[in-house]
């Protein structure tokens, strides 16, 4: 059961397939979890459930962003002595193969005892129109029908 999750209103007759992902005007929302014929659920960044390898800030420190169903998910996973400041911008690692290297996720909002909290670019009361992408990350292409090779550099 998912907490932070939206559904709209397409599903695997427009297209639409598990893991795409999900994106505002603003930067990443979250990745297609569920489809179905006409609609599929999107789990939203913020959701418990939703994992996501990260870079952050100048020095490119990985990390995972680890949603709690609050609206500022937090980081997971940093090694023992990074240095991370409020403002540090987030971006996606490409680990993992969901997501694609360099999606913008969001800024750190705070550093403390209670952990590394995130400010996502997504204006969460304000998210009306998604944007739902399949990056076909060159590992992926033979489950998406292709033929199984990297994609020719653009």
Known sequence: VYVRSVL???GAEDGLAKNQVAL???GLAGRVAEVGAHASRILLIT????RIPVVVGP??????LAGDNSAQ????YLAPGTSL???DRIVTSGYGGVFPPGLAVGV???VGDAGIRVRPYVDWGHLE????????????LSELGGAGKPLPPH
């Open 8 to 10: 709209v209103a397409a």
């Open 24 to 26: 505002s005007g603003d």
């Open 47 to 50: 959701d418990i459930n939703s």
């Open 59 to 64: 020095a490119r420190d990985q990390a995972v």
């Open 73 to 76: 998910p937090t980081l997971l």
């Open 85 to 87: 400041k409020p403002g």
């Open 108 to 110: 750190v909002a705070a």
């Open 129 to 140: 129109y998604l944007r739902l992408v399949d990056y076909a990350l060159p590992e992926r």
